[in-house]
C-alpha cells in the first residue's frame, strides 16, 4: 500500500509536506471565511464542497505535472506563449467584468483569469532564455534583452486590468535575472529606469485618477443606472483604473487614525482585517470562530490571512509564513543540485512567483502594504489560481523527480 501511495507522489517530501499543509489550512480556514457566502446561497456546505473540489483537482493536476520529465516543459514555451498573447488580448477586449476590473474570460461556461496563465509562461521563457544564454561568467549581454521582449509587452497587457500582478510578475523577473548572473550593470540601469516609470506612473495616476467619496461613489453608482454611458477618450481607456489606484494610494499614504476615529463604513475591509488581527492573541479564538469573517467582504480571498491570524493565532501566522520560507528554501536546494540551468531556473522562477503573491498577500492582510488584490496562494478560495498554483508545486516536483542531478552529489535522482 505504501508503495502504490510512494508512486503517486513522487518528487521532493519536504515539497509534498508543505504543500499538503497549505491544502489542510486552505480547505479548514476557507470553510470558516465564507459565511458570507453561505448566508447569501442559503447553501452551508456548497462552497466548501466546491473549494475542496477545486483543492482535489489541483492535487491531480499536481501530479499529472509531475510526471511530465522536466526537458517537455521547454516544449510548451511556444504554445503557452500564443495562448497568453491571444488570452490577454481578448481580456481586454471582451473580457467579463467584476466591480470595475475585467480580469475574467468566460468560456463555455468556464471563467478563468489569463494573467494567471501568463505568469507561470513568462517564467518557464525567462527560465528557458537564461539557461540557453548562460556562459562561463554569467549571462550573456542579449539574454537581458530577450527577456524584456518577453516581459515588458506581458506586464503592459495585465497591469492595464491589474497593476499588482503586472508588478510582482515583473519583481520575480528581476530575480530571475540576478540569480541567472544577468551582468549587473544592465540590472542597474534597469533599477533606475523602473524607478522613473514608477514615479511618472504615480504622478499620472494622481493626475488622472478622481478621489470620490462616499456619497460621490454611491451617486455616481445611482447615475450610471440612469444614464447613458459617455463614450471614453483614449486616456480615460488606458486608465480607467485610476480611480481605485488612487483612491488605495491616498487611503494607504494617509495617517493612521485612532480607533475612536476610524470610519468603519469607509474603510471596512482594512478596519475589520485589523480587529481581527488585534483580537487574536497568542493562541487564537480557534478554528471556525471568527467574527470578522462576517464583515469582511473578501474574507475567504485578499484577506484571509486576517482570519487565519484571528484563528490560529500570532503562532498560526509564523506558521503559514513558515511553510512558504520553507517552500522557498527546499526549492532553492533542489535548484543547486541540478545539473543543468534550464529546470533550476524554472522551478525558482515558480517558487518566486508563490512567495513574492504571499508576501504581497501577508502585507496587505497586516497593514504594511496597500490592497492589491492578491489571493494567498494555495489557501485563499479560488479558481483558476487555485488550480494552477497546484500546477506550478507540480512542475517544481517534476524537476525534483526527473531533473538530472550533479555528479559531485551523493543524491541519485528517481528517473521517469
Not at 109 to 137: C, D, H, W, Y
Not at 385 to 412: D, F, H, M, P
Request: aromatic share 10%; glycine share 8%.
Amino acid at each position: 500500500m505504501n508503495h502504490k501511495i510512494g508512486r503517486i507522489f513522487k518528487g521532493d517530501k519536504v515539497i509534498w509536506m508543505v504543500f499538503f499543509f497549505l491544502c489542510m489550512i486552505s480547505v479548514v480556514e476557507v470553510f470558516s471565511a465564507s459565511s458570507g457566502l453561505t448566508y447569501k446561497s442559503q447553501n452551508y456546505i456548497g462552497p466548501i464542497v466546491y473549494h475542496a473540489g477545486t483543492i482535489i483537482f489541483g492535487v491531480v493536476v499536481a501530479v499529472i505535472t509531475l510526471n511530465i520529465p522536466c526537458r517537455y516543459f521547454k516544449l510548451m514555451t511556444p504554445f503557452l506563449l500564443l495562448v497568453s498573447a491571444f488570452t490577454l488580448l481578448w481580456v481586454l477586449v471582451a473580457g467579463t467584468k467584476v466591480g470595475d476590473a475585467g480580469r475574467w474570460i468566460n468560456l463555455f461556461g468556464f471563467t478563468f483569469q489569463p494573467s494567471e496563465i501568463a505568469k507561470g509562461t513568462i517564467v518557464l521563457a525567462v527560465a528557458q532564455i537564461l539557461a540557453a544564454m548562460q556562459r562561463e561568467n554569467g549571462a550573456d549581454k542579449k539574454a537581458f534583452k530577450w527577456i524584456l521582449w518577453i516581459t515588458l509587452p506581458a506586464c503592459l497587457l495585465i497591469g492595464l486590468e491589474n497593476l499588482s500582478t503586472a508588478a510582482m510578475l515583473f519583481a520575480v523577473v528581476f530575480i530571475m535575472m540576478f540569480i541567472g548572473l544577468v551582468p549587473m550593470r544592465q540590472l542597474g540601469k534597469l533599477a533606475g529606469i523602473i524607478i522613473a516609470i514608477g514615479f511618472a506612473a504615480f504622478f499620472l495616476i494622481m493626475l488622472v485618477g478622481h478621489d470620490l467619496s462616499e456619497e460621490e461613489k454611491q451617486l455616481t453608482k445611482t447615475e450610471q443606472i440612469d444614464q447613458p454611458k459617455k463614450e471614453k477618450n483614449f486616456v480615460e481607456k488606458m486608465f480607467h483604473r485610476a480611480d481605485t489606484w488612487k483612491s488605495r494610494i491616498m487611503k494607504f499614504s494617509k495617517p493612521k487614525p485612532t480607533p475612536k476615529e476610524y470610519d468603519l463604513d469607509k474603510d471596512a475591509q482594512v478596519a475589520h482585517a485589523n480587529i481581527a488581527i488585534v483580537s487574536s492573541g497568542i493562541m487564537g479564538k480557534g478554528p471556525g470562530k471568527s467574527t470578522e469573517r462576517d464583515f469582511l467582504a473578501q474574507a475567504f480571498s485578499d484577506f484571509i490571512y486576517a482570519i487565519i491570524i484571528e484563528e490560529l493565532g500570532i503562532i498560526g501566522a509564523f506558521a503559514v509564513a513558515f511553510l512558504y520560507v520553507v517552500l522557498l528554501y527546499r526549492t532553492a536546494r533542489i535548484a543547486s543540485r541540478c545539473e543543468n540551468n534550464f529546470p533550476a531556473f524554472l522551478a525558482m522562477g515558480l517558487a518566486l512567483l508563490l512567495v513574492v503573491q504571499a508576501t504581497f498577500n501577508m502585507m496587505v492582510a497586516v497593514g504594511l502594504a496597500p490592497v492589491t488584490g492578491q489571493p494567498l496562494p494555495l489557501i485563499s478560495k479560488g479558481g483558476t489560481s487555485t488550480i494552477i498554483n497546484c500546477a506550478y508545486i507540480g512542475t517544481i516536483l517534476s524537476v525534483s523527480r526527473s531533473a538530472k542531478i550533479k555528479k559531485n552529489k551523493e543524491i541519485v535522482p528517481e528517473m521517469a
